[in-house]
């Protein structure tokens, strides 16, 4: 589980759209999955298992999104004051991050899973619990969305 931890927090600020409601998701999603590990079946991918937990327990909060974030960088990515290019590339994750926000919820959730964590169309379905062919075109149209939200930010 503690391999999982900053995958669960970059989704989990995803989902909730700024850094501290994300670390108090995670941590739900930990508790939850440590009271509950004996469901979990062995031989299965735990990071679905708990991305399933994490994403019931944010629908069953019903957290909206209302701020802005940083999706997309790790604390120790390495993009700090001083490193090179690093104002650009910090003007530019935040435009996307803006971008992110303004997505549906469910085109956001399938954008995040699929292209930021890189699960394959079926895992990230199942993770949602949704038909293939249905997180496919939410992908689409929120890929579509954003390269159109960041056309418009250029």
Known sequence: MLA???????FAIGLCGNASDGD???QMTLERALANRSR???????????????RNIWIDEGRKVTRSMQTFVAEDAGLGVGGEGAQEASVELGNVDRAMQKLP?????AVLLVMVEGYAYKEAAEI??????????RLV?????LMAILGEAS
């Open 141 to 145: 149209r929120g890929r579509d969305a």
């Open 128 to 137: 949602v619990g949704c038909p293939v062919g249905t997180l496919n075109s």
């Open 105 to 109: 919820e469910d085109q956001r959730e």
């Open 40 to 54: 979990w079946e062995e031989g299965t991918r735990l990071d679905s298992w708990m991305y399933r937990i994490m």
């Open 4 to 10: 999982l931890l900053p995958r669960l927090r970059r």
């Open 24 to 26: 108090d998701l995670c």
